[in-house]
């Protein structure tokens, strides 16, 4: 620790649980000052790092800084539901996400041998059908909202037929996502935390019983690709760790994603001129993406904790310390994005973007994440060139720290 760091400000009014917060938390971010870039939250007991540069240095050093609490329920739990989960076999295996090295290493390396780049472009027909399938679904002579039209459906099934799993199964895990995300990242009261951590403890049942099933019937989706990696060396990865990488990918590939398309649309029709013009020029898409992601990331927070005392940003933090990563305040720094308030998909760095994080966990749904949010956005310039946002809309969040996007945005045709 450096011997001029300051002790830690505390804001007492920072909530990233609010409903102003929620509503516009780049309000509350330029309502900051800039002489406090790293504060103490009481609301949610977390330090809040906003710049791009210690985000970045804190990503890059595991040694330092532990993934452990980036999907710990916000809210420590009610014993009760921490039984249910640990019933259910929560507790004895983290997620990929949440461990350390050397631990991290024996998910993170078979999940990267099968989630090849290969495999997500070999997807892309099947993404390019899905939206077509479901725009073809959308009555257009009436105002329809993109979410539960377009957005929300796309990544649920690519993402569940990448891994395998039966589409009737679908509707089921798409409910126990929901449950998880309010568990792990929102403010549920005890009774809640109940219903969710029995859901949380079926779905890894689920999956349990789903890779016993597939062990015995192969097919050409991801599982079976794992399982192949198993049958090499059934003591490098088991069958629990298989299952534990379906709990990451199921979730993972999900609400990131819906929000992802969901803020990009929101972007390109809050100024009609932007839509007009991806309209009249795709190749502007991709800038599109990218730079919804530096300006409204669909996960805006991630989370850290010390394992010694630092100081980050000239300000001391203890050891034990939980580090509350606000990714979408990073994404507005200008000693790294010139005017950051201002949405360019002509961005010549928005890939800096830390929205899908840095170092040994980053995301590795990136390149699939950002195809899926492409050709959503293709298809809709397609079948549906002349939308407008319906005026007067209140959008909605939401409430938890770290999926965010709209609930509902609806448009019309002109
Ligand atoms: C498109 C929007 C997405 C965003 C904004 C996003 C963001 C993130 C972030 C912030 C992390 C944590 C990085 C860290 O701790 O350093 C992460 C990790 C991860 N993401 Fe994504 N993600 C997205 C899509 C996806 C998709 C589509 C998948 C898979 C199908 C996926 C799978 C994963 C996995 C498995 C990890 C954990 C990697 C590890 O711990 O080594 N993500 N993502």
New binding site residues.
């Given amino acids: 620790m450096t011997g001029d760091a300051i002790e830690c400000p505390v804001y007492g009014d920072f909530d990233p649980l609010s409903a102003s917060f929620l509503t516009d938390p780049f309000a509350v971010l330029a309502s900051l000052s800039p002489e406090m870039p790293v504060f103490y939250a009481p609301s949610i007991d977390y330090y809040v790092v906003t710049r791009y540069a210690d985000i970045e240095a804190i ?1 890059l050093d595991a040694e330092t800084y532990s ?1 452990a609490p ?1 999907q710990l329920p916000l809210v420590p739990l009610a014993p009760e539901a921490a039984q249910v989960l640990l019933a259910g076999g929560h507790k004895p295996q983290p997620s ?2 949440s461990l350390d090295p050397p631990a ?1 290493a024996r998910l ?1 390396s078979p ?1 990267a041998r099968v989630f090849t780049p290969r495999r997500v472009a070999d997807m892309e027909p099947q993404i390019r059908a899905t939206v077509s399938n479901l725009l073809k679904g959308v009555d257009a002579s009436a105002p329809f909202d993109l979410v539960s039209s377009l957005a929300f459906p796309l ?1 649920a099934t690519i ?1 569940f037929s ?1 891994v395998g799993i039966p589409e009737n199964d679908w509707p089921q895990l798409k409910d126990w996502c929901g449950h998880r995300a309010t568990l792990a990242w929102g403010r549920p009261t005890s009774a809640e935390q109940m219903h969710h951590a029995q859901n949380m403890a079926a779905y890894r049942r689920y999956l349990r019983d789903f890779v016993a099933t597939k062990a015995t019937a192969r097919d050409d989706a991801l599982a079976s690709a794992l399982l192949a990696i198993h049958d090499e060396d059934p003591e490098a990865l088991t069958h629990e760790e298989v299952a534990s990488i379906l709990y ?2 199921t979730f ?2 999900h609400e ?2 819906n929000y ?1 398309i969901g803020h990009v649309l929101r972007r390109l029709f809050q100024d009609p001129n932007r839509w007009d013009e991806v309209v009249a020029n795709p190749q502007l898409i991709a800038g599109a993406v990218d730079e919804t ?1 530096r300006y409204d ?3 805006p927070a ?1 989370r850290r904790v010390t394992k010694r005392a630092v100081t980050i940003g000239g300000v001391q933090i203890p050891e034990g310390a939980k580090l509350f990563l606000w ?1 979408a305040a990073s994404g507005r720094d200008d000693a790294v994005f010139a005017e950051p308030d201002t949405f360019d998909m002509r961005r010549p760095n928005a890939t800096k973007t830390l ?12 390149t ?3 195809l899926e ?1 492409r050709i959503a956005v293709e298809g809709l310039t397609h079948s549906f060139p002349r939308l407008r946002l319906v005026e007067g809309q209140s959008l909605s969040f939401h409430p938890n720290i770290s999926f965010r996007g709209p609930e509902e945005l609806w448009v019309q045709s002109t």
């Fill in positions: 990503f993934a980036a990929m996400v991290h993170r999940t990544p993402i990448f990451s990918l993972a590939g990131t994603t992802l992601l990331p669909s996960v991630w990714l929205a899908f994080g840095r170092g040994i966990h980053y995301c590795l749904g990136a699939l994440g950002r949010a």
